[in-house]
């Protein structure tokens, strides 16, 4: 059995302030209906920010740059004044949504508008828990890399979905040997509790290991609810685990950030291909 | 009775013997009978239900009150409840053509067992089709499928991406659109440091921009193209899956119903179009984004744009694949026999319901209703011809049927553009029906004459009776036939002189001594009555007495306007003489109908004579009250006086006739022989007692001919002049040829049989008139001449002293001149 660095089991955990990044998209709507119900379930407070992106407000001033239009694969100039007032109109859908989102759910909430460069302003929000959309595949969208540059970065928990994905009542957490993937366990039983759900863990190692861990995380919670475990081996690579949860209708999937296999472009992937929120821990 | 003429009480009435039946009630008929009699009827309905071949339809013809249901009933139950039923009839849709749906024949029972299992499948093919789309394999597939087209794109852009970085640029996407940036440590360069640039690099990057431009334009143009190939993709792999989960759940159904080919084929044409349609089935949320390949429900099936569909099975897209039994045999035991009382155009020939769905009417093959020629094929069909006649296109839709020998439903409404909405043209179901139609006989004659079809579709005529024997069996045949009356209509049992009573009432209605009345309606009504008068009086069982009070009180409730002539009569406002003697007048007899209710009334009829050219005018025919037939018995005197007394010399004599106190019209010869008495006593100057009527028609040889309605115009006289008072002188004349008509009331009978009034049958002139004036007819001599103080004689001299007057008058008359002065 592992010993947890001293720091680690001294930090606070509890999750008060859930960051949600709104960019009124398909993937972000996403993101929030899932912040709200982890919000719901925490009693945290749900922060939403929407970031004027300060490479696209520089755009207009370049002489050398013209926009190639989506649908016309004509070029154009590119006018301040029109992406300006499509970022403003932006921003106020987006409150909008968090509005009625959080409303809905009853959750407190706040909303922010910064410019500066989307990564960063993320990561100077703060809060106990980042939310973000994935965006799929759609290759319209282009490549994003705000994930990849939060999940390098941040030390707060982050929760990735793509559009389509819904937070289930089901918890899967992976247990891998790596650093954090006590905490995973903790915080996936913790969740599977508050909701009255089962929890399966999927172990790397041999059970008796994750059993006594088991026993360990549950140990703090004495006088809870009964909660329900079960064990199952951890497919190898992304892929796999990706085919796996999906195949178990696993409703929410939390990796501890060190985990071995799970680099940021690979977890991007996860996130894709695995049709459920994957909560970061760690 | 010393005159040979007159008829003793016991002519008047035939009795039915109570004691001749062998039963004390009803209750012990062990076989009673729906029908008596109808031999030409009923040989003619057993030969039109056996005769096979197209045409031999049957008319039941006859009038109203005969009951011709019955008995053709009788005939078809018999013959259907050996003929094994047909087979049921469903309709399902048709692939090919959707507004065609298809009929479907199946062996008894097999319909509804069908239409059971293919909806079974149905609820289970959207759980067995999501469980397939939600499997592991689908989505591996699907994803593998949609993750080879993203990538390809995807590494497109990413490759054009890669390219950008090489000359220090990045694609970065806009609310709009791409642009293509310069970067400079991920971040896009600021315009000052890019003006900062010196011009060669700047023109570097122009071109760079440029041609990386034109590169991202092509890739986007490819991009409709690479959507469509991806759909087709996912939309093969949606019909590859749904056809190995199909397959398995519709094998069961093909091998249960492998005899069936067209079911085979059904099933097959049905689960080609599931696979075809998968997505549609599985509606917009399963298996992924819907968008991908049309939702939308089938055009014209209901639902498709309306309210919450009721059942699963009702939603539109698992409408089309039921099966609709139209028509179940599967619990008959035989042919069927129907009786559509109200024979519609849509009652026949099926009708197709619509429903509203958003205010538009729309329909599909579910909504096909059979009419009565789809669920009597194969057996028979009973319809009543004048209700068929009188719904409007029945008729002609019943003829139309039977001569393609197909059912084909059409709705008048849309012939006529009444309605204008989508509509279907079922598969027509070929026919093979027995159908009998009941009616009147001016119907069938009318049809016969003016429908040119009908010979050909109906060419059995099953001719029903009004009347049958008295005589032989006829009377216990009758009894067994009140037997079942009243065992139909549970009513009290009816004693053997109650059944006596009945009978002898049928023969009254029938006019007729020696028939009985087949009028089954008139029947019915007084058996019922009677029980109800019985039921009054507390009593268990019906005897004579309660069905002579129904026949009383019906008389009563009916005779209002007989009781207000009569009483006229009697108050003298009409007059007529029921004692003494006069000259050309006598009383004749008449009978008014109203409604079921006859009843005769004496008319006094006058002639007067004067000198003329041989001519009888009938004041009535000269005012043209007076119909054909009176008119022509009038004539008819004329024949008979030149005849008899004129054979040498003219008839110089001009003599005029008159109904008095008649307003209406008159019709019937029946008052012939009293005309031809008023004339003999007018130019005989011979008084006729007026205490006697007469009635009988007279032909040329002074022969009395037998008229109808005898017995009310007896009974007529007999009521006037018993309100006055008998007075034992008075009586009627009737033709002889009518005494076996006779069935007079029992209290005329025994009025009859104390003295009190008479009844004299006369088979002549000559027998009526010595009646009548008291003195005997008198034969020509051999000299030619009667004998003195008789009828003849009497008459004879004032023709001839007419004669002589006109001689004298009218020189040239006579002589065969043509001088008319």
């Known amino acids: ?282 | 009775v010393a005159d040979p003429l007159e008829l003793p009480a016991d002519a008047l009435h035939r009795w039915t013997d109570p004691e001749a039946f062998d039963f004390e009630t009803t209750a012990e008929v062990a076989d009673p009978l729906d029908v008596v009699g109808q031999e030409r009827a009923s040989r003619a309905v057993a030969f039109g239900i056996g005769m096979r071949g197209d045409g031999f339809n049957i008319f039941a013809l006859g009038p109203d009150d005969v009951d011709k249901r019955t008995l053709v009933c009788r005939h078809l139950d018999e013959r259907a409840a050996a003929e094994p039923p047909p087979p049921d009839l469903c309709y399902v849709h048709d692939f090919d053509q959707p507004h065609k749906p298809r009929s479907l024949r199946l062996p008894p029972g097999t319909g509804r067992r069908l239409s059971r299992d293919v909806d079974a499948l149905l609820q289970e093919l959207r759980p067995a089709l999501e469980a397939a789309f939600e499997s592991e394999e689908y989505q591996t597939r699907r994803q593998a499928v949609h993750e080879e087209a993203g990538e390809s794109q995807q590494e497109q852009f990413e490759a054009l991406g890669e390219r950008a970085r090489e000359r220090g640029l990045a694609l970065i996407r806009t609310p709009m659109g791409f642009v293509f940036a310069p970067m400079k440590d991920g971040e896009v360069v600021p315009p000052a440091e890019l003006e900062a640039i010196p011009e060669e690099e700047q023109q570097r990057l122009r071109l760079a921009i440029e041609e990386l431009q034109k590169e991202l334009q092509q890739i986007l143009r490819r991009m409709p193209r690479h959507q469509r190939e991806l759909r087709e993709r996912v939309r093969e792999l949606h019909r590859e899956v749904a056809r190995l989960t199909v397959h398995d759940l519709f094998e069961p159904l093909r091998q249960e119903y492998a005899d069936l080919e067209a079911v085979v084929a059904h099933l097959d044409a049905v689960e080609a179009d599931v696979i075809e349609n998968v997505r549609r089935l599985l509606g917009p949320q399963g298996g992924g984004d819907g968008a991908e390949d049309g939702g939308a429900p089938a055009p014209g099936f209901l639902g498709g744009t309306g309210g919450p569909p009721s059942t699963a099975l009702d939603r539109p897209e698992l409408r089309r694949y039921r099966v609709h039994v139209v028509v179940d045999h599967g619990d008959s035991k035989h042919a069927p026999v129907v009786y559509q009382d109200l024979p519609t155009h849509p009652n026949l020939v099926g009708r197709i319901e619509y429903l509203p769905v958003l205010g538009a009417l729309v329909t599909d093959f579910n909504l096909i209703k059979a009419g009565a020629l789809h669920e009597a094929n194969g057996g028979y069909l009973i319809l009543d011809a004048v209700r068929l006649l009188t719904q409007p296109f029945a008729w002609e839709g019943l003829k139309r049927s039977l001569q393609a020998g197909e059912v084909r439903i059409e709705s008048p409404r849309e012939a006529l553009g009444l309605l204008s909405t989508v509509t279907l043209d079922p598969q027509p179901v070929p026919l093979e029906i027995k159908v009998v139609l009941l009616g009147s006989p001016l119907l069938y004659y009318l049809l016969s004459a003016y429908d040119p079809d009908f010979g050909d579709l109906f060419r059995v005529e099953a001719d029903f009776d009004d009347r049958l024997e008295r005589g032989g069996d006829g009377e216990r045949l009758y009894a067994r036939l009140v037997a079942g009356l009243v065992r139909r209509h549970r009513l009290r049992p009816f004693d053997r002189s109650a059944v006596a009573r009945v009978i002898e009432r049928s023969a009254r209605l029938a006019g007729d001594a020696e028939r009985l009345s087949a009028l089954g309606r008139a029947l019915e009504e007084l058996v019922r009555e009677a029980d109800h008068w019985a039921a009054e009086a507390g009593d268990e069982v019906v005897s004579g007495r309660h069905v002579e009070r129904a026949v009383g009180e019906w008389t009563y409730r009916s005779s209002r306007i007989r009781d207000r002539i009569h009483e006229e009569i009697e108050r003298g406002t009409i007059f007529i003489d029921t004692g003494g003697a006069k000259v050309g007048q006598i009383n004749g007899l008449s009978v008014l109908q109203l409604g079921d209710f006859a009843f005769g009334r004496p008319s006094r009829i006058t002639a007067r004579v004067r000198l003329g050219k041989g001519e009888v005018v009938d004041i009535e025919r000269e005012v043209e009250l007076a119909g054909p037939l009176h008119s022509k018995g009038v004539l008819i005197l004329s024949g008979f006086l030149g005849a008899r007394y004129a054979t040498d010399r003219p008839l110089a004599l001009a003599a005029s006739l008159v109904f008095e106190q008649s307003y209406g019209g008159v019709e019937g010869d029946s008052a012939s022989s009293a005309e031809l008495y008023a004339l003999l006593s007018a130019i005989g100057e011979i008084p006729l007692r007026q205490a006697v009527a007469v009635t009988g028609s007279v032909n040329q040889h002074g022969e009395v001919q037998p008229i109808g309605g005898v017995n009310e115009k007896v009974e007529g006289f007999f009521d006037v002049c018993r309100r006055r008072g008998l007075t034992g002188e008075q009586g009627v004349l009737i033709p002889r040829a009518n005494v076996k008509h006779l069935m007079l009331r029992p209290d005329l009978v025994e009025a009859v049989r104390e003295g009190r009034f008479h009844v004299w049958a006369v088979a002549t002139v000559d027998e009526g008139m010595e009646i009548l004036s008291g003195l005997s007819m008198g034969e020509r001599d051999a000299e030619g001449r009667f004998p003195e103080g008789t009828v003849n004689r009497l008459v004879d001299d004032r023709l001839a002293e007419l004669a002589e007057r006109a001689k004298e008058l009218l020189p040239g008359n006579g002589e065969g001149g043509g001088e008319d002065a």
Do not use: M
């Not at chain 1, 969208?141 to 937070?167: D, F």
């Open chain 1, 1 to 282: 059995v592992r010993q947890e660095p001293a720091a680690e089991r001294g930090r606070d955990r509890t999750i008060r302030r859930i960051l949600v990044a709104l960019d009124a998209s398909a993937d972000s709507a996403a993101a929030l209906e899932a912040a709200t119900a982890l919000a719901a379930l925490f009693g945290a407070e749900l922060q939403g920010l929407y970031v004027e992106d300060l490479n696209l407000v520089r755009l207009p001033e370049l002489s050398l740059v013209t926009e190639i239009d989506l649908l016309t694969g004509e070029p154009r100039r590119l006018l301040p004044s029109e992406l300006e007032g499509h970022l403003r109109r932006q921003a106020a859908r987006a409150r909008r949504s968090l509005e009625r989102v959080a409303g809905r759910a009853r959750v407190r909430w706040s909303f922010r508008v910064v410019r500066g460069r989307v990564g960063a302003e993320l990561l100077a929000a703060g809060g106990d828990l980042l939310t973000l959309g994935v965006r799929g595949h759609s290759p319209r969208r282009g490549p994003g890399s705000t994930a990849r540059e939060l999940l390098e970065a941040t030390r707060a928990s982050v929760l990735l979905l793509r559009r389509g994905s819904r937070l289930g009542r089901t918890v899967h957490a992976v247990f891998d040997g790596s650093r954090d993937d006590r905490e995973a366990v903790r915080v996936a039983a913790e969740l599977a509790r508050r909701q009255g759900a089962p929890l399966t863990v999927l172990a790397k190692s041999a059970a008796a290991e994750v059993q006594t861990v088991l026993e360990e995380v549950l140990a703090d919670a004495e006088g809870r609810p009964h909660l329900e475990v079960q064990i199952a081996p951890l497919p190898d690579g992304p892929a796999e685990l990706a085919a796996a949860v999906r195949r178990q209708g696993c409703g929410l999937l939390v990796l501890p950030r060190a985990g071995e296999a799970l680099d940021p472009e690979a977890l991007i992937q996860l996130v894709r291909r695995a049709h459920c929120p994957v909560l970061v821990v760690g």
